[in-house]
């Protein structure tokens, strides 16, 4: 059963980098398929960051473009997200996600719990 | 950007059937996907590629395809069916690779 579990501070203050971390289990993400971080809001929609493919390509939302990097360390089995210049609006529960194998446009199959993140000085 | 389009909010009897829509302009060349939320849990893929089911999910939730709407059928809602449904798309520029819509809250009265 592929689990993935997210993790990160809980609070990042303005104009900071926020780095957060997916750990995969029950899969090699060296195997294939695709990686993404989702947010969400606080009361509000989910909104898709950026994904990675198993060989590296990258892919990224274009409002959020120029902020934001996504790797992977195969290593340790996990994927990370790196969220530059932080403000209030970048307050959200954060997700992180296994597409498809084949397709960045596909279905998101298996999620993480979520970690909420919180921009406040 | 690239916007879908979801009514706020249906609400339904118990046993009766919900349709919740999502609408854009690419969803006449792009699949669209449903996510069942419930508070505090992360997303569930209900449908994908339009019509699919995913293993696991009751044979009571069903998609569609027309034109540039796709709708999320749920036939016999109980109440166990209340939560926010999102839809997921893409466009076909090369840009917008995951996009969601707002989301509908289903409330079972």
């Known amino acids: 059963q592929v689990q993935l579990q997210e993790s990160g501070p809980g609070l990042v203050k303005p104009s900071e980098t926020l780095t957060l971390t997916c750990a995969v289990s029950g899969y090699s993400i060296s195997s294939g398929h695709y990686w993404a971080w989702i947010r969400q809001p606080p009361g509000k929609g989910l909104q898709w960051i950026a994904s990675?493919?198993?060989?590296?390509?990258?892919y990224y939302n274009p409002s959020l473009k120029g902020r934001v990097s996504i790797s992977m360390d195969t290593s340790k089995n996990q994927f990370s997200l790196r969220l530059n210049s932080v403000t209030a609006p970048d307050t959200a529960v954060y997700y992180c996600?296994?597409?498809?194998?084949?397709?960045?446009?596909?279905?998101?199959?298996?999620w993480g719990q979520g970690t909420l993140v919180t921009v406040s000085s | 950007s690239y916007d879908l389009t979801q009514s706020p909010s249906v609400s339904v009897s118990p046993g009766e059937t919900a349709r919740i829509t999502c609408s854009g302009d690419e969803l006449t060349k792009q699949y669209g996907y449903w996510y069942q939320q419930k508070p505090g849990q992360a997303p569930v893929l209900v449908i994908y590629k339009d019509s699919e089911r995913p293993s696991g999910i009751p044979e009571r939730f069903s998609g569609s395809s027309s034109g540039t709407t796709v709708t999320l059928t749920i036939s016999g809602v109980q109440a166990e069916d209340e939560a926010d449904y999102y839809c997921?798309?893409?466009?076909?520029?090369?840009?917008?690779?995951?996009?969601f819509g707002g989301g509908t809250k289903l409330t079972v009265l």
């Open positions: 997921q798309s893409s466009d076909s520029s090369g840009n917008y690779f995951v996009v």
């Open positions: 990675i493919y198993y060989n590296g390509n990258s």
């Open positions: 996600a296994r597409g498809v194998e084949n397709l960045v446009r596909g279905e998101l199959t298996y």
